[in-house]
C-alpha cells in the first residue's frame, strides 16, 4: 500500500468519522407548535401533545382541553435551549379557556432567565379560565413574574390545579404563580422556588387585589428576600 493511498484512506476514514458525530449528536431544535384538532361539537380544540400546547400561543383567546397527559421532555431541546415559549405575554394576553380534564403535563423546561412573565401561561386575562391541570417535575427560570403555571394572573380564574418541580426567578416568584391579581382556588404546590428578590412564596409570589382560597404549599424550601 503506497503512502499516498494510506494518507487518502486516513482522510476518508476522518471525513466519514466526523460526519457520524454530526448526525448523532443532538442539537437543540426551534420552538415546535401544530395546530391540534378543533371539535366542533364541543367548541375547543383538543390537545393531546406538547407542539399542540405551544400551539395556544397562536391562538390566545380560544378554548382548548387535554385529550391526555403530555410528557413535555423534549422542550428541553427547544430554543436553543430556553425551551417552552410561554403561552400569552405583557402585549398579548391569554383570554381564552385551559380544561386540563384532570391530566397531567410534566417535565416541562423554560429556562429565560432575562424575560418577565413565564410560566406554562406567562400572562392570563381577565376572562381567562385555567383548570383542572396537574404540572409535574416543572423546571422554570425567569426575571420576574415567574410561576409553575402562570407569570401573572391579571384578573382570571385558576381552580383544581398544582404544580411539583423548581421554580426560580428574581421577585415575584411563586410555586404555582408568581403573581395573582385574580382568583385561585383549590390548588396547591410543592415546587421548591429560588427567588433572588422579593416576593417570593411557596404558591403565589405577589398577591395584587386577587383572592386565594383553599391552596397550600408544601415546598421544601423557599428562598428569596421577603
Request: aromatic share 12%; with cysteine; glycine share 16%.
Amino acid at each position: 500500500m503506497s503512502r499516498k493511498f494510506r494518507f487518502t484512506l486516513i482522510i476518508v476514514l476522518f471525513g466519514v468519522l466526523i460526519l457520524i458525530m454530526v448526525i448523532s449528536t443532538p442539537t437543540a431544535s426551534a420552538v415546535n407548535s401544530s395546530e391540534p384538532e378543533w371539535d366542533s361539537l364541543g367548541g375547543y380544540y383538543k390537545i393531546d401533545n406538547v407542539e399542540e400546547l405551544q400551539y395556544m400561543d397562536n391562538d390566545l383567546d380560544n378554548d382548548y382541553v387535554l385529550t391526555g397527559d403530555i410528557d413535555a421532555t423534549e422542550t428541553r431541546n427547544w430554543d436553543v435551549g430556553s425551551g417552552f415559549d410561554p403561552i400569552g405575554s405583557l402585549s398579548t394576553k391569554f383570554t381564552g379557556k385551559f380544561n386540563g380534564n384532570g391530566y397531567v403535563i410534566e417535565n416541562l423546561y423554560i429556562n429565560r432567565g432575562g424575560t418577565n412573565y413565564i410560566g406554562l401561561f406567562g400572562y392570563t386575562g381577565s376572562s381567562a379560565v385555567i383548570e383542572n391541570v396537574g404540572l409535574e417535575n416543572v423546571d422554570i427560570t425567569g426575571d420576574s413574574r415567574v410561576g409553575g403555571l402562570v407569570g401573572l394572573n391579571d384578573g382570571g380564574g385558576v381552580s383544581n390545579c398544582y404544580s411539583t418541580g423548581s421554580v426560580a426567578g428574581s421577585y415575584d416568584v411563586g410555586g404555582l404563580a408568581g403573581t395573582n391579581e385574580g382568583s385561585v382556588s383549590n390548588c396547591y404546590s410543592t415546587a421548591t422556588v429560588d427567588g433572588s428578590g422579593s416576593y417570593v412564596g411557596g404558591l403565589v409570589g405577589w398577591i395584587f387585589g386577587g383572592s386565594i382560597s383553599n391552596c397550600y404549599s408544601a415546598a421544601e424550601f423557599v428562598t428569596g428576600s421577603s
